[in-house]
């Protein structure tokens, strides 16, 4: 509310629409969908066999509390339609170049060289790994006691 210059009261048609209730809501909105996340991590989430659908739940719940932070604390939710116009297009060739890109890595690796294969990064055999880690440290321990070299 604000007065013009007749001394008369002028209700601002977008102060209601930008009142501190929506901002509670979002946020108590975006701690239900966190604990929604952290239930993924709980003894009571059904899916622990498969995690590929704790994965998708986190990320839908994810790309949730990023929309409702965009539309109401980025005040995008009050712009005007241009707003479609900026962000579909890159959206839709973004999701173009990922696909056009996927059979492309696949490919790079059937028809590689074997001494281009040889500098190719692979999965690790974490066993392995953590057998290796745990040498180097026994190994830096008796540098610094003075044992054998």
Same mark, same amino acid.
């Given at each position: 509310m604000s007065a013009n210059a007749s001394g008369e009261t002028v209700v601002d048609p977008h102060a209601a629409e930008h009142g501190i209730g929506k901002y509670i809501a979002v946020f108590v909105a975006l701690i239900v969908l966190t604990g929604a996340s952290f239930f993924? $991590?709980?003894s009571l989430w059904p899916f622990h066999d498969e995690p590929a659908v704790g994965r998708l739940f986190m990320m839908a719940v994810s790309c949730t509390k990023a929309t409702l932070v965009m539309l109401f604390f980025m005040h995008?939710?009050?712009?005007?339609?241009?707003? $479609?116009?900026?962000?579909?297009?890159?959206? +839709?060739?973004? +999701?173009? +170049?990922?696909?056009?890109l996927v059979p492309d890595i696949g490919?790079?690796?059937? +028809? !590689?060289?074997?001494? /281009? /294969?040889?500098?190719? !990064?692979?999965?690790?055999? &974490?066993?392995? &790994?953590? !057998?290796g880690s745990h040498a180097a440290d026994n190994g830096d321990q008796q540098h610094e006691t003075g044992g054998e070299h």
């Amino acid at each position: 509310m604000s007065a013009n210059a007749s001394g008369e009261t002028v209700v601002d048609p977008h102060a209601a629409e930008h009142g501190i209730g929506k901002y509670i809501a979002v946020f108590v909105a975006l701690i239900v969908l966190t604990g929604a996340s952290f239930f993924t $991590y709980s003894s009571l989430w059904p899916f622990h066999d498969e995690p590929a659908v704790g994965r998708l739940f986190m990320m839908a719940v994810s790309c949730t509390k990023a929309t409702l932070v965009m539309l109401f604390f980025m005040h995008l939710k009050w712009e005007a339609n241009w707003k $479609y116009v900026l962000t579909v297009p890159p959206a +839709i060739m973004a +999701i173009f +170049i990922m696909l056009a890109l996927v059979p492309d890595i696949g490919l790079r690796y059937r +028809i !590689a060289s074997p001494k /281009r /294969r040889a500098f190719m !990064a692979e999965p690790l055999d &974490v066993a392995s &790994v953590e !057998a290796g880690s745990h040498a180097a440290d026994n190994g830096d321990q008796q540098h610094e006691t003075g044992g054998e070299h």
